[in-house]
């Protein structure tokens, strides 16, 4: 049996949750806006098809990857596209050969998941430096293409045509923003926007516009410190803060319901699990107000008509079922990625042939045995939440055994031979650093097995692991569902209890998330159970029996609620446990890292100078009388641009900022005999 929001009633029988309303807003583009348009959609249909070319995953990943970056910019503003542009031309100029992609970064990136704002600039960055190097690398392909500075001039040169005029984007923004406020002029109003260049170019066009010293700035940039963050929402909290522009830094993590109750989404996310990471800031629990939520959208382009398209059936199929995880079952975002990244020349019929094959996707899904409510135990997700929630401090952590019930629930493949395991990935996670087979993996502890290297040995923030986890949460829970229950009868127990689970999520000074799931078993005393896996064997409880709904209430009442209070508490204790176990690994491991950094900066600094070392030494006493070559002194300052984040990296590892417990679900258990005697 699922509860979900719609299904919570107060004593006098109203629902307890709003239900939300969602509110498409279109707009046109002008003339010049159009051709801009369809100038970078044309380059992104060049860029797949070079990236059909390419002989290797990593190449095809890294130009597919410049080409969202693109799409994406252009949809949002023109100062996103305008800088994009400014940082391309810049790296053509540029001979930089060696680039560290940020490996998790990138998958996150490809994935459309969050990351902090200044991270995200330089991995577009980098990017397209990758994609620069594979360029030159395929040599004959290269001279089917136009050359890539003359592309990036010619759609500067239409960006620039678009002129200084306000953008019929900010225009239709301020329109509905001045509609809300008309009807209700104490609202407080949140515009969600992708990137820090649209952040400023929203906020600078709101001060003109009606909204001067009512506009309120929030960035996840590494220049704004939590502290000045936390002053921002305070800001906007106050009397004098009607609207907070931000990007998705404040789509995770955030509780703004008590608030404000009205949301914009100034560009539209391409993953739905982060679109709905941000609906939630004002759509959840505690919200008193019908949470309006409205996004702007290109109308009569391809991008913008299937974003629209996409949305209205998502909140469809959400009202219906329940929650955005469950339709993704239907849906994968990796499905609407693939339909997002084609540049069709029809782009309106491409449009209606997309929505044919999402409703096909929906239907095929719409088995009455799966529909929600029908009193069933769903024992995958048991399975799933079980196996994940024996995550724990590494010496306790069996993550050979949580990626390969992941992969097997996914639909991937295992294979295994005493402690070291092959992996045919998932389809779904394949992309990035992800690759699509592993061989010779092994738990934690055994890297002093001859052979095993770092790709081989399992750890919290190995790409596979971290797949899987992302996977059990976006695949299989919903953040949302804050009272999310199933049930089990079962003769292994005497008395009633619940099993909680919780996703419990730690972020480093990187913005670098690691998360596990926790189950947590309280008995009806409000006894927490303090041994995970007894906990985690709770998970694996089948039901034997139906049981009755009323039965259900009988048993259980209101304690329940006490019940997952209490182990809500006992899951953040857990969480702080890890905390406080990461800290303490990274500290042992940091002497060693940073004696391995200052080797490799003296080495780097040696290989530069060279025979210029003494001269160099010489330079910074006497600035005047010593000349080096400006070749060695470019290739110097790069270099120390890498040395200062390398060293900021290894600062920022150490500090865990406290962890946060979410909610997934609570197994309600039944004793048989009381099952039977009701």
């Known amino acids: 049996m699922r509860r979900l929001k719609r299904h919570v009633r107060k004593p006098d029988g109203s629902p307890k949750f709003a239900e939300r309303c969602v509110e498409p807003v279109p707009y046109s583009l002008n003339p010049d ?39 994406k910019r252009s949809g949002s503003s023109r100062a996103a596209l305008r800088a994009t542009l400014q940082t391309r031309k810049a790296n053509v100029d540029e001979r930089a050969e060696e680039i560290e992609l940020q490996r998790e970064y990138m998958r996150a990136l490809r994935r459309g998941e969050t990351l902090p704002d200044d991270v995200q600039a330089q991995l577009e960055r980098d990017a397209h430096r990758n994609y620069l190097s594979i360029v030159r690398m395929l040599g004959r392909q290269l001279r089917k293409l136009r050359d890539e500075a003359e592309i990036l001039e010619n759609l500067d040169d239409l960006l620039a045509a678009c002129g200084s005029t306000p953008e019929p984007k900010m225009a239709t923004m301020v329109s509905w923003l001045e509609t809300v406020h008309g009807r209700a002029p104490e609202a407080k109003v949140i515009i969600f926007t992708e990137y820090v260049d649209t952040v400023d170019a929203i906020a600078t066009h709101l001060e003109k516009t009606g909204y001067a010293g009512q506009v309120v700035r929030l960035t996840g940039e590494s220049g704004m410190p939590r502290a000045e963050r936390k002053q921002a929402l305070q800001r906007f909290f106050g009397p004098d803060g009607r609207v907070l522009v931000t ?136 399975e799933s939440a079980e196996k994940a929630a024996e995550r724990a401090d590494r010496e306790f952590v069996r993550l050979d055994v949580f990626v390969e019930n992941a992969v097997r629930l996914a639909g991937g493949r295992v294979s295994r031979r005493g402690d070291t395991f092959s992996v045919q990935t998932p389809s779904t996670w394949i992309g990035g650093p992800v690759l699509s087979e592993y061989t010779g993996l092994r738990p934690p502890g055994t890297g002093d097995v001859e052979g095993v290297t770092a790709e081989n040995l399992l750890h919290e923030e190995h790409t596979l692991v971290q797949a899987a986890a992302r996977w059990v949460r976006g695949s299989r829970f919903d953040a ?41 078993q309280v008995e009806r005393s409000l006894a927490a159970s303090k041994d995970r896996d007894t906990d985690a064997a709770a998970l694996r409880t089948e039901s034997e029996a139906e049981i009755p709904t009323d039965l259900l209430t009988k048993v259980f009442g209101t304690w329940w609620e006490d019940a997952r209070a209490a182990a809500e508490e006992e899951a953040m204790r857990r969480a702080r446990a890890w905390r406080q176990a990461i800290t303490t690994q990274r500290r042992g491991e940091d002497e060693r890292l940073r004696e391995e950094h200052r080797q490799w900066n003296e080495a780097c600094r040696e290989a530069i100078l060279g025979e210029h070392r003494a001269q160099y030494e010489q330079r910074r006493l006497f600035p005047d009388r010593v000349a080096i070559p400006s070749r060695v002194l470019r290739q110097l300052r790069h270099h120390e641009e890498r040395e200062s984040q390398r060293r900021l990296f290894l600062d920022r590892r150490l500090r865990i900022e406290e962890p946060t417990v979410e909610p997934l679900g609570i197994l309600l258990r039944v004793p048989r005999s009381m099952a039977r005697g009701g």
């Open 33 to 71: 806006e159009i051709t801009l348009h369809k100038a970078v959609l044309a380059r992104a249909g060049e860029m797949e098809e070079f990236a059909r070319a390419a002989r290797r995953a990593q190449e095809r990943e890294a130009i597919r990857l410049v080409a969202t970056v693109l799409r």
């Open 247 to 382: 990007t998705d830094v404040a789509a995770e993590g955030m509780n703004l319901q008590e608030h404000c109750h009205h949301l914009l989404h100034f560009d539209l996310p391409w993953n739905p699990n982060r679109l709905e990471q941000r609906n939630g800031r004002i759509d959840r629990y505690g919200q008193t107000q019908t949470p309006i939520i409205a996004f702007l959208y290109a109308q009569d382009t391809y991008d913008g008509e299937l974003l629209a398209m996409l949305i209205g059936k998502l909140e469809q199929e959400i009202k219906r079922i329940g929650s955005v995880g469950d339709v993704l079952g239907h849906i994968q975002a990796e499905a609407i990625e693939r339909l997002l990244l084609e540049a069709p020349d029809d782009e309106l019929a491409a449009v209606r042939a997309a929505e044919d094959d999402v409703d096909k996707a929906l239907n095929v899904g719409r088995d009455p045995s799966k529909r929600l409510g029908t009193g069933e135990h769903d024992a995958a997700e048991s």
């Open 480 to 520: 949302r569902d804050d009272h999310r229950l199933a049930f089990a009868v079962s003769s292994a127990i005497e008395t009633p209890d619940l099993v909680a689970s919780f996703i419990v999520t730690l972020r480093d000074g990187e913005g670098i998330e690691m998360q596990r799931l926790e189950a947590v």
